[in-house]
């Protein structure tokens, strides 16, 4: 008579494991039982420790598979191994991540400002055309939502292209690769965005943008402490901010603001700039100090950041940003294109762009 697999079985359940004390099956010694025809195949999986113990064990095995009807029978001793068996269930969800790094981009720092209207933009797109000109392969992203400059300050315009549907490629001038929320939108169109939306509109353009490699990507955060600036410091490596902040009183309280807020994020401040610091006369040079002077230098001491620099209240810095070239590409010899240059060195020298 053939032997049947279920025979077999029964056969197997009438020897003891020495170990256990249960039966061989019971007891998971037995392994791989392959019944075809009369010919029976198994193994006896066990600690190796023991095989001396099992030799018995073994014979009996052959013997009991025989007597259920098995022709020639092969069981072979081997030992259990101590690693886990594969885990074959779906793996878990993946844990949220933390801060991830833009693909090719080896450094990111936030230009922020604790109120609108100080200047951040033109210190952005500055420190952004400073940096080309030092050499460095730069992305500026403008993330400032309500009243995105860049395009105009970098003399950008028209939809940027994305010839799939996924990957949205960058504008470039002046040396600088560069995007912004103002290119995919109209330009009149007042943008009303919410919470969801800015965060949406911020890791597409961090992460869909075809950056390429990046020495240093500066990013300019809408004014205040709001969302946009949170989620990219939550969601994206942030290497550095730079608060921009003007002399008065009132910009130098958000100002602080702004730094708590990086700095409870973790995000170093690499340092304050402080933005229309002097007036100088276009017509004859005359220097005044319209807002005061020495306010941010002495908070910046205060809070142990440094002052990376003065930029003066000068017409040709205005005229340059509304003419679609910085001043730093208008007239980098220049005592105000000075003013942005000695920052991009400085952060060139301090490996964080
Ligand atoms: N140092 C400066 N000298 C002369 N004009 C300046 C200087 N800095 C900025 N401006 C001008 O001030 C205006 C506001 O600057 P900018 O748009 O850079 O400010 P912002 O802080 O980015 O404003 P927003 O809050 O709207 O984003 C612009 O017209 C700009 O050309």
């Not at 029976?40 to 009807?69: N, W």
């Not at 793996?91 to 400002?113: F, L, N, T, W, Y």
């Not at 002097?278 to 941010?296: A, D, K, M, P, R």
């Amino acid at each position: 008579m053939a032997a049947t697999r279920d025979g077999v079985l029964e056969a197997l359940k009438q020897i003891t494991d020495p170990v256990s004390g249960s039966d061989i099956v019971a007891a998971g010694v037995v392994r791989a039982l392959n019944v075809e025809g009369d010919e029976v195949r198994f193994v006896l999986e066990i600690d190796p420790a023991k095989a001396k113990t099992y030799e018995p064990v073994r014979d009996a095995a052959e013997a009991a598979a025989r007597s259920a009807g098995a022709g020639s029978v092969s069981a072979v001793l081997t030992a259990h191994s101590a690693k886990e068996p594969p885990d074959l269930k779906p793996a878990k969800k993946a844990e949220p991540k933390g801060p991830q790094r833009v693909p090719g981009v080896d450094h990111i720092i936030a230009i922020a400002s604790g109120k609108g209207g100080v200047g951040k933009s033109t210190v952005a797109a500055n420190i952004a055309c400073a940096l080309a000109a030092e050499g460095r392969r730069v992305g500026l992203l403008d993330a400032d939502v309500y009243g995105p400059s860049q395009p105009r300050m970098m003399g950008v315009s028209g939809r940027p292209a994305s010839p799939d549907g996924k990957i949205i490629l960058p504008l470039r001038n002046h040396g600088v690769t560069m995007m912004s929320i103002g290119l995919m939108v109209n330009e009149d169109q007042a943008v009303v965005w919410r919470g969801p939306m800015l965060m949406g509109a911020l890791q597409q353009m961090l992460m869909q943008v075809q950056w390429g490699a990046l020495d240093c990507l500066i990013v300019d955060l809408p004014p205040g402490t709001g969302d946009v600036s949170m989620t990219l410091a939550q969601k994206t490596e942030v290497d550095g901010a730079i608060i921009v902040s003007t002399p008065q009183d009132v910009a130098l309280l958000d100002a602080r603001k702004g730094i708590d807020m990086f700095t409870q994020l973790k995000v170093p401040v690499l340092g304050l700039i402080e933005n229309m610091s002097t007036h100088i006369c276009s017509n004859c040079g005359h220097e005044e100090h319209i807002f005061g002077h020495g306010g941010v230098k002495a908070e910046a001491g205060k809070m142990g950041v440094p002052l990376l620099s003065e930029v003066p209240l000068h017409l040709d810095i205005r005229v340059a940003s509304d003419g679609g070239a910085p001043i730093v590409v208008t007239r980098p010899d220049s005592p105000q294109a000075q003013a942005f240059r000695q920052v991009a060195r400085d952060l060139v020298s301090r490996g964080v762009a």
